[in-house]
């Protein structure tokens, strides 16, 4: 083409030439993208198409020391919905409300409120059957994502030691919490394709497979944990107790075979749940233990070398007064003086004080401490408490005597459960624990065994003597253990309340070779007495009786004709 009458030809050119470059530059690009650098082209595409979706993971199944289930996981359906896309249509919300159970009202007004979002919850945690049938309306805006639900096939019976999950499965709870690392899974990640509304076009892959949470044994035995819920509660409704604890202990591993608490709740409906429900009483309440800490007194004394369970104490006239206070004791005795086994069969606290001032309150505060009072268990129970066992610079009588028969310190069931599981396995503490063990461990000697065996021999007549708590014993087995009742610390003020006592009994057995200790605890008892030998023993007995039983432990203590009996059942292969 020939310019003619172009007064600067060049320009013309140069416009030429800086339009034939733009157009090389475009086509290099449009090549550089479709041939050499198709990434990116492709992550645009995928940024606003390729969509992750977590995958949930199964949370461990957790079960009691026999693979009883406690805790299950199970697929649940959760309804969510686009309030943005589900706008236009609107005709259809009141559908939506009857078939979701929900108020339309309230439904119409918090997808009004939101209707600016892309995303909220419609309802969570159905069965797959309900989610299925809400999305066969095709409601245009609504959606469905796979949960897991936890299940608590034991319900309230094992509620405090389980714990419990929140809607988002996290533990919150007793060993759903403590153990929430190791039951909780991994999620997983599944590549899908969505449109711009969100819809699901295909489903891409795999990216990360979903890592189920671990298993998790528990040290309880399902049938002694029934069995002591059972009797607690009994034990509430008949002597209008307020709340109560009871702790089963295997003396010679250290595990929990029960744990119970009342009140209680149900895990699987928390809607009027009361907070003082949930509470582990036997692990987070504190108590002056009262009575159930002689014998590690006594232990103490013997200990010592200068007393001897035949030693003698004048306990008359029934009172002992320290500077401005009386010690007095509660049941009168006969004559005037007591053997140490006799203090404690009738429970002196005059006798009792009087062997304290002789070894000296720092002696019994070392025992006392080496058998876990005012330490860790160690159980790493959420919210455990570890009590207040006080030390003196100088141990005045009156420090000295209330701590030898259990005032002034504070200790939960759990504690005490396991100080007498040391005494019955013959001065051995072991460590607790709420799994499973699988090897014996070897313990720390606490209490000499010699010392052991004579307080064992004891408290075995605390329950068999004439005077004895006769409550407490077990039809077939020599059992041993100690009654206590504390009046209750006033929160407001100082001192004590007025008619409010705790009731305890603590033991173990059979006497021939312990197995297992028992620790009750019942908080303010108002009807038909308050005293440990008459609330607390009962339960004592009823659960021992029981749990021996369950676990296959051999009596020992049938009449001679009984035992002629079961010795002719295993000749004969225990045939009848």
Aim: glycine share 10%.
């Amino acid at each position: 083409m020939k310019l003619q009458g172009a007064l600067y030809p060049w320009r013309f050119r140069i416009v030429l030439a800086l339009l034939a470059l733009m157009v090389g530059a475009i086509a290099w690009r449009i090549v550089d993208l479709q041939v050499l650098d198709q990434g990116f082209l492709k992550g645009q595409g995928d940024a606003r198409s390729v969509r992750h979706i977590p995958i949930p993971a199964h949370r461990g199944l957790m079960t009691d020391r026999h693979g009883e289930p406690l805790a299950v996981s199970t697929p649940v359906t959760t309804l969510w919905a686009n309030p943005r896309e589900m706008q236009a249509a609107q005709a259809r919300w009141p559908e939506l409300a009857e078939a979701l159970g929900q108020n339309s009202a309230e439904l119409h007004q918090r997808l009004k409120e939101q209707a600016e979002r892309e995303f909220m919850y419609l309802v969570r945690g159905l069965t797959p059957e309900q989610g299925q049938r809400v999305l066969d309306l095709d409601i245009p805006g609504v959606y469905s994502q796979e949960e897991f639900r936890r299940f608590y096939p034991a319900g309230e019976v094992a509620a405090h030691v389980v714990g419990f999950t929140d809607i988002d499965d996290h533990g919150r709870e007793g060993m759903e919490l403590a153990y929430n690392e190791w039951l909780a899974g991994v999620p997983g990640k599944r590549q899908v394709l969505k449109d711009r509304r969100g819809r699901l076009i295909k489903d891409v892959q795999v990216v990360k497979n979903a890592k189920a949470g671990k298993a998790l044994a528990l040290s309880l035995d399902l049938r002694l944990q029934y069995l002591a819920h059972r009797e607690l509660r009994n034990a509430l409704l008949e002597f209008g107790a307020k709340a109560g604890s009871l702790v089963v202990l295997d003396v010679k591993t250290g595990e929990v075979l029960a744990m119970v608490n009342q009140p209680t709740y149900n895990p699987n409906n928390r809607r009027s749940l009361q907070p003082a429900a949930m509470r582990n009483r036997a692990m987070t309440d504190l108590f002056e233990p009262g009575s159930t800490m002689k014998p590690f007194s006594m232990s103490a004394a013997l200990e010592t070398g200068r007393w001897k369970p035949s030693d003698l104490v004048e306990v008359w006239p029934g009172s002992l007064r320290i500077g401005r206070y009386t010690i007095r004791d509660v049941s009168r005795t006969q004559g005037r003086e007591l053997s140490l086994t006799g203090i404690l069969i009738n429970s002196s606290n005059v006798g009792m004080s009087k062997v304290a001032f002789d070894i000296g309150g720092a002696t019994i505060h070392d025992v006392m401490r080496k058998v876990g009072f005012g330490q860790d268990t160690g159980l790493g129970f959420p919210g455990e408490r570890v009590g207040n066992l006080p030390t003196y610079r100088e141990w005045r009588q009156a420090e000295t005597a209330t701590l030898s028969y259990g005032y002034g310190l504070s200790v939960t069931a759990v504690q005490l459960a396991h100080a007498y599981g040391a005494l019955a396995n013959d001065g051995r503490l072991v460590p607790m624990s709420l799994t499973r063990v699988d090897h014996k461990p070897e313990g720390v000697s606490v209490v000499s065994p010699e010392v052991a065996k004579a307080v064992q021999g004891m408290l075995q007549e605390v329950i068999e003597a004439p005077r004895g708590v006769f409550r407490a014993q077990v039809p077939g087995y020599h059992v041993a253990g100690k009654s206590g009742t504390a009046r209750k610390a006033s929160v407001n003020s100082r001192g004590y309340q007025e008619n409010a006592y705790r009731s305890m009994f603590a033991g173990f057995g059979p006497m021939r070779d312990p197995r297992i200790a028992i620790a009750v605890v019942i908080d303010e008892p108002s009807k038909s007495g308050y005293y440990g030998g008459l609330v607390s023993a009962p339960v004592f007995s009823r659960v021992m009786s029981g749990a021996l039983r369950l676990m296959n432990v051999a009596p020992d203590n049938l009449p001679p004709e009984d035992v002629k009996t079961a010795d002719a059942d295993k000749t004969n292969g225990g045939r009848i």
